[in-house]
């Protein structure tokens, strides 16, 4: 509402209209605008063939700001948000990123509206933003996760929402003496297969964190990028949800 009433000539509510929205912010990137495609995660879907026709295929640059990604409360299981990471990553000229907070979450916007010939998607959750635990936010490098805390007995590789679970839980762990490094993965695709691989090494175990569904998720891609490397840990935890619609 805010952006509305400031920019009322930059702002078009397509109604419930996904597969109209995407095609429609398809027509103004062809033009040279830089559009923002405001879309439920798991209303995203019903313009799955826009998508992949009218704004892939032409490599135009839409934006797609994904709300309602992972799990929605009571607004149920329709609007769950928990496949998008599935459906998006094997789209060509598309890249997906998830913050972990809100100051990443503005980095991530300016980053997405910088000139490109490809699509950007950002998914982020319903939930409260978090308390920002860092002064500042590294620059988004196209496909460069971070670093976030260091450890030796094991890796926490996290997507969005997740990092600060992931801290939490570090912080939790350090208090019996067991140190684990955290990464913030930023990127869903492409992945930072160089620092995924890097962390890993050495290391007994390797779990990824995120809030969507284990089926097609990004620990299936994490563990992809290991195996291809030669680099599988002697284990390896895929924290995500279940195969399943959850209420």
């Given at each position: ?65 994904m709300d309602r990604a992972g799990v929605v409360g009571p607004d149920g299981e329709t609007h769950n948000g928990v496949f998008d990471i599935a459906f998006l990553r094997p789209i060509p000229n598309l890249m997906l990123l998830a913050p972990k ?147």
């Open positions: 509402i805010a952006f509305e009433n400031k920019y009322p000539d930059r702002f078009y509510d397509t109604g419930i209209t996904e597969q109209h929205a995407v095609a429609f912010a398809s027509g103004l990137a062809s033009e040279g605008l830089r559009p923002v495609a405001a879309i439920y995660s798991t209303f995203l879907q019903r313009g799955y063939d826009q998508v992949v026709h009218d704004v892939c295929i032409q490599k135009n640059h839409v934006v797609f700001a907070d809100a100051p990443e979450l503005e980095a991530m916007l300016a980053f997405a509206l910088s000139p490109r010939d490809e699509a950007v998607a950002i998914r982020y959750p319903r939930e409260s933003v978090p308390e920002p635990r860092f002064e500042s936010t590294a620059p988004i490098e196209t496909g460069k996760g971070e670093v976030l805390r260091e450890g030796k007995d094991g890796v926490m590789i996290a997507l969005g929402a997740m990092t600060y679970r992931c801290l939490e839980a570090a912080d939790r762990l350090a208090e019996r003496g067991v140190e684990v490094r955290v990464v913030n993965a930023r990127f869903a695709k492409p992945l930072d297969c160089e620092l995924i691989v890097a962390s890993a090494a050495g290391r007994p175990v390797v779990m990824t964190a995120e809030d969507h569904t284990h089926v097609g998720g990004f620990g299936e891609a994490v563990l992809a990028c290991l195996a291809a490397a030669g680099a599988l840990p002697a284990r390896f935890v895929q924290a995500a949800l279940p195969d399943a619609f959850l209420e």
